[in-house]
């Protein structure tokens, strides 16, 4: 079998040291400087930084969080991750030119490491890999085009093509994409969200009616208690770290949730405050709870239970019972089902004690102003979405949704995943969406549901599905299961990617296969009237602009909004009642329909154009539950338990310090204290010494579900602070792990942090 995943080969040159005790100060100051100036020219990396998140800038590619809603620092709203970003997208002196691609075949390309082809630097010119050839060789838009447009006129059903969406993609191509791909006719649209947040949208508007944070930023310097869940923010969402320590300057207290310290919940220097860089940063967290992998429903119960004893003794004290009864359905059958969940249970299950879990209710016990934010660590399991439910129970005893300085926080990771389910990038469109394309546009949309990721790739698997077109991204490395969904893409007759770098995915292809090299977040855009700029929505809701600021590494790229206005001329022809080119002559005209369709965006142009953007309406931040009964619900959920046999292990696959999702900066994990691999796997020394395993033994990882292994290959051991029968490994490395059909009950998300394992000597 073809290779599918990363070369499974150690450095050699592993080194590990303590973990970090504190996030970002100079260490990271100096990381981002060294990344976006290495390669970029300083002339370049500067603008880029000097830009990045400002009111005039660009938005920054990293991750989702809002700019703050008042004061900008002057220098640059950034932080070390938004730097190597910045600098993977704006590095000049290598481009993966046509050069590359005749130098090195498909064959030669997939025996690279990850690190090394994110390395090439941008992609230049359209691409083709031929029926039966060896290398990518260079081909013209025009014909890149036509060929990607006889490939879907020539399918059976507009159902036999599958369009995905990775999160970077702007607002105004994300709407132009799904207007293109519903007139062709289909629904089949996955995106990173089902791998990602998907857990949240469906919990979020079954319980409260909007798949959205109720929070916005000032709420976080409002707060009282800030509980962390499932989330490793200095790395993956370093600029919450100043709005988490304005917090706790105005007296906040942070509890965070994890069965890791991750070193941005411990401490935090904020490299623009010069205080802090003077005299030390912040303590940020005041009760770290360690709890074991996916046991956060049991945690959360086991809150709910205390803290209704307390109001038992306080009657009207602790619950907000005024806003119980207003706003609320199901309190009495809630209250009743935490009689059949025994106290001791839960406690065991989550592997803290009761003292420690009293001690979280004692810090929420007499306020309302209390958030609760998360990401992956809660989303990525089976019982996913009740355990966000959970989340919503306590926060409604609490009455903490809908007032300043309380509300449900999801941190949105890609930097406009958000803006892209609001602009109807979703298989699931609601059908009063659909009637505003219809009215709108003048066309019938299809009314059936289309395939998310998973079903995406089963429907490739069974030659359902013979075209895949992605808009950015790396699906064969993103999703579950690498070596079936590979086998599932190389069953297509075509695969299309929309790329500003090189990835594993297009050298995982279709019987043909195109790249198709765009503009990206840095990138000036000038269309035919002029520079256009596009706008993008944070996970707190804000809808703002985002201006390229360097000139484009090359002049063959186009907009992502060009190349989906080409593609669907080619396609649509005379079927089509858009005029696709004014549209790319300029964004105004795009934005303008947007507003026509989706809500809370009517004067979408002139809103945009204000200073920081505009909210978009949000119903539960104003008490409004758009649910069938008007009310917020609490919900009835069962703790799932993982009974591991001996020998067992429960992984969760993480990001390292140096990787944005799957496009690997380097091979460091320097919070963690891992230099120089990548391939690792993090034990308690306990289960170390039963497993009669040595710290960095090499080893074999195996996952059994359904009767199958899986394994991968040639990892070290690590021993470290984590509960007994839990260990962590990076993704996408461990991907091959994750069953395609171990996924969320509701929201269909792959299991990627609770696999069961077992760990081997490995086999060479
Ligand atoms: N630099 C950088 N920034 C990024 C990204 C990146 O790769 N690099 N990715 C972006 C994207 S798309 C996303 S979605 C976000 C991801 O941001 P995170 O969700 O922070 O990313 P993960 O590394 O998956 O971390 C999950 C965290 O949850 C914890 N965890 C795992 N399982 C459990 C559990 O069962 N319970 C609890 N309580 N905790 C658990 C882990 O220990 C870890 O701290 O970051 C975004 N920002
Ligand atoms: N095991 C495991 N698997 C996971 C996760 C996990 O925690 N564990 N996390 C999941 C999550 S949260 C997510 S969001 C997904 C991420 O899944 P994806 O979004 O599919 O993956 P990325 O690694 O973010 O995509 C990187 C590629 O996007 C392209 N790109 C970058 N910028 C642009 C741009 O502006 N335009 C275009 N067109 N292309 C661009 C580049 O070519 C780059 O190689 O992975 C999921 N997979
Ligand atoms: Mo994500």
Known sequence: MAQNTPPETLTGNLDVKEPYDEAAGLKAVVESFRHTLRGTGVGRGWKALVNLNQKDGYDCPSCAWPDPDGHRSVIAEYCESGAKAVADEVMTKHTASPVLFQRYSVADLLQKTDLWLGQQGRLTQPLVLRSGATNYEPISWEDAFQLIANQLKALDSP????????????????FLYQLFVRQFGTNNMPDCSNMCHESTSVALAESIGLGKASVKYDDYEKADVIMIMGQNPGTNAPRMMTPLEAAKRNGAKIIAVNPLHETGLLRFKDPQSPRDMLFGGEKLTDLFLQVRINSDMAF????????????????GKVFDQSFIQTYTSGYKEFIKSLDKFDLSDLVAQCGLTIEQIQEAVDLIRYTRKFIICWAMGLTQHRNAVSTINEIINLLLLKGSIGIEGGGASPIRGHSNVQGDRTMGIWEKPKPEFLD?????F??????????????????MHEGKAKVFFALGGNFAMAVSDTNYTAEALKKCTLTVHVSTKLNRSHLIHGETALILPCLGRTDRDIQATGEQFVSCESTTGVVAQSHGVVDPVVDTLKSEVAIIAELAKATLNEKSTVDWDSLVANYDRIRDLIGQVVPGHEHYNEKVRK??????????????????????????????????QTGELLLMTIRSHDQFNTTIYGNDDRYRGIYNERRVVFMHRDDIANLKLQEKQVVDLHSKYDGKQRTAHRFMVISYDIPRGCCAAYFPETNVLVPIDSIAEKSSTPTSKSIVITVTPAEN
């Open 159 to 174: 159902d036999e093509a599958i369009f995905y969406t990775s999160g970077r993609t702007s607002n105004e191509a994300a």
């Open 300 to 315: 959360l119960k086991a809150m709910c239970k205390l803290l209704l004893a307390e109001e038992q003794k306080t009657p």
């Open 436 to 440: 505003a394309l219809k009215k709108v």
């Open 442 to 459: 003048k066309f019938e949309p299809p009314r059936e549901n289309g395939y998310d990721t998973v079903k995406a790739v089963k429907a």
């Open 611 to 644: 200073p920081g953007g505009f909210y978009i309406p949000n119903g539960p931040r104003v008490r409004e539950f758009k649910t069938k009964d008007g009310k917020a619900h609490f919900t009835i959920n069962t703790p799932s338990h993982h009974d591991l």
